[in-house]
């Protein structure tokens, strides 16, 4: 192992010895510099005390994931004349809109530029938008739209299902929901403003992941009757002990989305299916799970299933008791 001296004293992460910032980002280019080889960092990288960041952009496994953190990643390979927007703003933001899949890797970066240059770097797409001042801020000396204005361009230019998901990251790490709705007009002619006036109202802080908020883009495709997010249920105590996705409480109904992250060990899955069955045998609930497949998936007949199961619990709302 030839970066063995660069380890702390417990042998499982870097320690001071190492030449490069421990809490910091730095690029490969830094790195060599400094007398790191490039095996030596792919070493590094396949034993776990390394991470890449970015293309080109690496950090010590301990440094501490932030906003300052990623606005200092973006920072070593922007141009200072660039606004970095929409996903990459999104992952600085702390707004998950990643695709599908990508649990930690960054997205590609995308910026826009405030004077006629373009930057040369692959792992970096520019393009031309049009910003008010409003519109920006600066972290670690690198322009971002802010998330009001990332969560408004992620709404008009994704796809509706991701779009909605980013308009839900928007509003649950703090944007304004009115302030959201008030500045849709000013993108009137604007690339995919009708989407952002469908999708805007119904956006909702509660969701938690981008599968839950697909999910609710479903049930409201299939005509039902607007759902509650993370609707808790209580034991005989008024504790609350489960959480619901996607529930309609009036009719015992509820959807949830099963994300590959969480759902698909045996541990999960074992313990969702204990769950689910006691909402049904204890409190007459009615639970369907769905997975990516059948969110995402071309030609999906989750709108039906939807239509067919909330029919379902609502002719058999009603419970007899003795």
Same mark, same amino acid.
């Given at each position: 192992m030839s970066y063995a001296p660069w380890l702390a004293a417990s042998g499982f992460l870097l320690g001071d010895d190492f030449p490069l910032p421990l809490d910091r980002p730095f690029t490969g280019a830094s790195a060599a510099r400094c007398g790191v080889s490039r095996r030596e960092l792919q070493a590094m990288l396949a034993d776990g005390v390394l991470r890449r960041v970015l293309r080109g952009v690496y950090a010590a496994t301990q440094a501490p994931d932030s906003v300052r953190f990623r606005a200092a990643a973006i920072g070593l390979v922007v141009s200072p004349y660039a606004v970095v927007t929409d996903r990459a703003a999104a992952w600085v933001h702390g707004m998950p809109i990643l695709k599908r899949g990508a649990h930690v890797a960054a997205p590609p970066i995308e910026v826009c530029h405030t004077v006629d240059t373009r930057s040369r770097r692959p792992e970096v797409e520019g393009?031309?938008?049009?910003?008010?001042?409003?519109?920006?801020?600066?972290?670690?000396?690198?322009?971002? %739209?802010?998330?009001? #204005?990332?969560?408004?361009?992620? !709404?008009?230019?994704?796809? &509706?299902?991701? *779009?909605?998901? +980013?308009?839900?990251?928007?509003?649950?790490?703090?944007?304004?929901?009115?302030?959201?709705? %008030?500045?849709?007009? #000013?993108?009137?002619?604007?690339? !995919?403003?009708?989407?952002? &006036?469908?999708? *805007?109202?119904? +956006?909702?802080g509660r969701a938690e992941s981008p599968g839950e908020s697909a999910l609710r883009l479903h049930w409201y495709d299939a005509c039902l009757p607007p759902p509650e997010p993370q609707y808790w249920i209580y034991d005989d105590r008024g504790v609350g002990i489960y959480r619901l996705d996607l529930a309609a409480p009036e009719v015992r109904y509820a959807a949830e989305y099963d994300g590959e992250q969480f759902h698909s060990s045996g541990d999960y899955q074992g313990h969702d299916r204990e769950r689910r069955g006691w909402l049904r045998d204890e409190r007459q609930w009615q639970v369907d799970a769905f997975t990516k497949v059948d969110v995402y998936r071309p030609g999906t007949d989750i709108c039906d299933r939807l239509r067919e199961r909330f029919g379902e619990a609502r002719r058999s709302v009603s419970i007899w008791s003795p």
């Open positions: 393009h031309r938008r049009g910003l008010l001042l409003r519109d920006t801020m600066t972290i670690e000396g690198v322009r971002f %739209t802010t998330p009001l #204005r990332t969560a408004l361009d992620l !709404g008009r230019l994704l796809w &509706r299902f991701d *779009a909605l998901a +980013a308009l839900d990251a928007g509003l649950r790490i703090g944007v304004d929901h009115e302030s959201l709705l %008030t500045e849709i007009e #000013r993108f009137r002619g604007h690339r !995919g403003v009708r989407q952002l &006036r469908a999708l *805007a109202p119904l +956006a909702d």
